[in-house]
């Protein structure tokens, strides 16, 4: 857990400049959904954190919290939440702190507040704080130093009279004194009354960190907007450039680009030593994208993934160093069956037989295009729709084939059992893929063998500088109990291949012997141990089953019950077996996939038992949800 002034002293002493983020809580279901996804993509930007805003009145400040949880642990940025005191009685501030840090929040931004909307005046509510310090001084009492505390600084308050000024300096001085450890201005256009502000604050003896926050001009009404809200002075040349183009909204962003870049330049040049910029977003992505572009920031980019997935940043999460395959494509899934487990031995993955493992039940599986939100309700009809305009109506296994190799080519944006489009290393095999999905086998999961990649590899690299990684191949497919009745007597004859298959009813089929997990992914770093951050094994498989039919089943509700797409799916999800096959011999990305195609051309395997075994397979039956209820071997003569 990091606080700002921790990374922002990481960035000054490698001498380079930083930027972030703050993004408010939509007021609609689908508002929220978009703003995560976009969250997800401007953190390729780089930003050092991110801050959520607090509604005035805190209307949203569920919202804010659960934006807070899901940035630290799902999407893996470090957040800095907005707190205030509007309308926020003693009790209620006390259980945002506890939620923040208990999401693995280390950051606050301390605000007074805005009047609740419909007010002109601010005043306290009972049994709340009346200014901004007090916010301060209750943080710092009960929570010591676990947090970094900002607050609010105003560059114009440097053009107010002499006295008054003094006496918001005093103000501020005071706040700093009172355990605050950054400064987050609020949004200006003239650079000389920020710098000159800038001198002022280092005058009075205030040297923590100050925060600049720069606003992209988006259009002109968006413009005019924000800064008669805030009553932010707009220097003349602003407006001689700006207004001519009032009505094209292309060329105001093109202008106001240009000038606000200007700004950042001349503050990052300045004599004030302040290497980093505070972007308001208004949740909005290409104003920001386009200045980072501007300042040529985003080219010099270059994010390292510790781990080839992506870290939570929670508290019990942190150490986090190795998790299941099977949850590659459904991250939120995982992170939220497995919130309670109770072992996390030297940050390893947790043993899935954990009386705390996560029940299917109390998570809830539903495909994204027709995800629902308990707190805030969704147009589920229209969420449907969404789906059948991306999927259609299957009618056959050919049209559902179809489906999956599309999405393998990249040519589909999602499929049930994938909350994202394809990685980059699938594009390494997605050709053989696609050819695996006209022949039956639907594939949900994959990644092709990797012998000794450098650990700064766009596609497969990860964790520390001059290292290397390494991959088993790996895939996870849907197959018809006819076509895996073909497919297992021939991939048995690899002795470097294991499997596991299941179905719906929990019955499993494998020929490991081996008890204990099997490391797909591996890295070996200087001065460190071999990293095996990602494993196959049968426990965490068998929990995995029961989401992976079940989304097969919500995909199938998206149509009607009479309907052929629904009878299709459904029959599918009842009867198909669940299949991952590892090839344990990394150097060769091909031999997977050798086996598949002779099973598809061999004629069907004879009547009389649903595989044909070879000796020493296991069958589990009634597995669920990770207890084993009976295991024996089946010995076949």
Known sequence: ???????????????????????????????????????????????????????????????????????QGVIGV??????????????????????????????????RGDPPAGQDEWSAVEGGFVHGIDLVRHIRKHYDDYFDIAVAGFPQDVLLPPSQFEKEMFHLKNKIDAGATLIFTQMFYDVEVFLKWVAEVRKAGITVPIIPGIAPIQTWNGFIRSTSLAKTQIPQNYHDLLEPHKNNDEKVR??????????????????????????????LEKGTKMLLEELNLVPRLEIIKPLPWRQSLTPTRRTETIRPIFWANRTKSYLSRTENWDEYPNGRFGDSRSPAYGELDGYGVWIKQTARNADIPLAFDEQKEQAITLWGSPTSLADVSSLFSRFCLG??????????????????IDTQLAKLNELGFLTINSQPAVNGASSDDPTFGWGPAKGYVYQKAYLEFFASPALLNKLLPIISRDPLITYYAINKQGDLRTNSHSEGPNAVTWGVFPGKEIIQPTIVEAVSFMAWKDEAFELGVQWAQVYGTDSPSYKLISEMMNTYFLVNVVHNDFKDTDLIFKGFHEAAAAPAAAKGGSFNLQNGIKSINDVTHGLEKQAQPVVVA
């Not at 939440?81 to 693995?104: F, Q, S, W």
């Not at 093109?254 to 208004?282: D, K, Q």
């Not at 944006?413 to 390494?428: G, K, N, R, V």
């Open 254 to 283: 093109e202008i106001g680009i240009r000038l606000v870049t200007e700004m950042c330049r001349t503050i990052l040049a300045s004599e004030h030593n302040i290497r980093g910029l505070h972007f308001y977003t208004m949740n």
């Open 78 to 111: 470090e957040t800095c939440m907005h707190l205030t005191c509007t309308n926020m009685p003693k009790e209620k501030v006390d259980i945002a702190l506890r939620d923040a840090k208990a999401a693995g929040c280390r950051n606050i931004l301390a605000l």
């Open 1 to 71: 857990m990091v606080k700002i002034t921790q990374k922002l002293a990481k960035a000054d002493r490698e001498d380079r400049v930083w930027w972030s983020f703050e993004y408010f809580p939509p007021r609609t279901a689908q508002g929220l959904q978009n703003l995560y996804d976009r969250i997800e993509r401007m953190r390729q930007l780089g930003p050092e954190f991110i801050d959520i805003t607090w509604n005035a009145g805190g209307r949203t400040s569920d919202l804010t919290s659960e934006l807070v949880k899901t940035c």
């Open 411 to 428: 040519n589909l944006s999602a499929l049930p059992w994938s909350d994202q489009p394809p990685s980059s290393e699938t594009s390494i």
